[in-house]
């Protein structure tokens, strides 16, 4: 989240706080619900792996290792998805001689993956649990004022039930379940905000930022370099189709219109002045196609004004009302090479067109980082969330480009939202 917690919240109005407090909770329920039955459940996995591991003092624990690894991380790999089902983001890690086609990996403990999911599981079958613990206890509680005066009529009047007052009158009975309406909200707030804290833990554990193989590294590049050839080929035929159906179309309409002068000339001369200034606009409109096509290319903002002046033009015209943030902290060194800085300029182009055709946003933030090393790029937008790169919303082209100049790009966008976009692109030497 680009703000804190509790900053975020203030700054909400009452309707969008609503919306986004209680259209998340069942989602976090059931996600602290199934953490606390795989927090007690990885418990004894952790009390099994210590097991192991003093049988394999004696030599016998080295045949139960593997199998005990194996089960620990399809645990880890089970909570990674759920983690990313709750952060509307990809969590994933890399094992050493684990790829799509590895049926029974050779998982190790010298592995760093497998030592993090090794932290994991410990932290969450305590702390996990914890929390969730106190969420669930926070929702008891709550139903317990909501439901006071059916258990008070049901309940023997000699045995009146305590919560904080004796509820021993009907009165009391009624003013405890508008007490538990803000109980309820309280416990509704805290369930999520556990919940996400909960996931934003796990995804700090379970992510691996070990080096990459060497193999796995030229794979990657293979597979960049491939997509990188494929947006190109996209790109091309792109801009010969707009050729083609613009401004080619406009030039020999005009070539014809000329024609038609010619012979007017000498037939009908009076109906000349009226056929040139049709053939005028229409050299006009081929001529506006050209410039479209040419700013579709590379903006000509891009080289008279640069990146930051460029990337303030698309805010100012963006349909949501986006607000700016920029850092330039190579404002001494030379510019990013034009590739670099156009690249940047299409991420943040193509992320304020999602926010206005898909979010249902009514406010935007762009956050510009600019350094002799990489130019950083957030979008966030307070729309609806559940955005995802494989739905159409242009973000897979987004990641395709950013990827051929070996930068990353990170898409979170949980159901309510806020969607985030980050970009990290290397300006290169």
């Not at 804190?4 to 969008?16: N, S």
């Not at 790999?77 to 990996?105: I, K, N, Q």
């Not at 090794?118 to 139903?143: E, F, K, P, Q, R």
Request: hydrophobic share 50%.
């Amino acid at each position: 989240m680009s703000l804190p917690l509790f900053t975020t919240l203030r700054r909400m109005p009452a309707r969008e706080l609503s919306r986004r407090l209680f259209g998340r909770f069942p989602q976090a329920i059931g996600y602290v619900v199934l953490c606390l039955g795989t927090g007690l459940a990885g418990l004894g996995l952790f009390y099994l792996l210590l097991v192991t591991l003093a049988l394999c003092l004696v030599g016998t624990g080295f045949l139960l290792l593997p199998i005990v690894l194996r089960l620990l991380r399809r645990v880890a790999e089970f909570h990674r998805r759920r983690v990313s089902r709750v952060l509307g983001a990809d969590v994933v890690t890399y094992y050493r001689g684990v790829d799509g086609e590895t049926r029974r990996p050779k998982l190790s403990l010298r592995d760093p993956a497998v030592r993090k999911d090794i932290v994991w599981l410990l932290a969450h079958s305590i702390l996990g649990t914890t929390l969730c613990v106190t969420a669930i206890s926070a929702c008891g509680g709550a139903v317990n004022w909501l439901s006071a005066p059916l258990w008070w009529r049901l309940a023997p009047r000699e045995r009146d039930a305590v919560i904080v007052i004796t509820v021993d009158s009907w009165p009391k009975a009624i003013g405890a379940m508008f007490v538990g309406v803000v109980y309820a909200a309280v416990a509704a707030a805290i369930v999520v905000a556990l919940a996400r804290v909960h996931a934003l833990g796990s995804r700090k554990v379970l992510v691996t930022r070990a080096r990459v193989p060497l193999e796995q590294r030229v794979q990657e590049l293979s597979v960049t370099r491939a997509e990188a050839l494929d947006a190109h080929d996209a790109e091309l035929r792109r801009i010969e189709r707009d050729l083609h159906d613009g401004a080619q179309a406009g030039i020999v309409a005009v070539s014809l219109r000329l024609g038609m002068i010619k012979r007017a000339l000498k037939a009908r001369p009076e109906q000349v002045p009226e056929m040139v200034d049709a053939t005028q606009q229409l050299a006009q409109q081929a001529l506006e196609s050209l410039r479209q096509l040419v700013r579709g290319i590379y903006p000509p903002v891009l080289i008279d004004r640069g990146l930051i002046d460029a990337v303030r033009a698309l805010t100012a015209l963006n349909e949501v009302p986006t607000s700016i943030d920029i850092e330039d902290d190579a404002a001494t060194a030379p510019r990013a090479p034009a590739a670099v800085e156009a690249a940047a300029y299409f991420v943040v182009s193509e992320a304020l067109t999602n926010v206005a055709k898909h979010s249902g946003a009514d406010s935007a933030l762009v956050r510009l980082r600019i350094s002799d090393r990489s130019i950083s790029i957030h979008v966030e937008d307070n729309g609806r969330g559940g955005a995802s790169e494989h739905a159409g919303s242009g973000i897979m082209g987004v990641r395709r480009r950013v990827a051929a100049f070996d930068g990353t790009t990170e898409l979170v966008s949980p159901p309510g939202g806020p969607t985030v976009l980050r970009v990290e692109i290397p300006c290169g030497s």
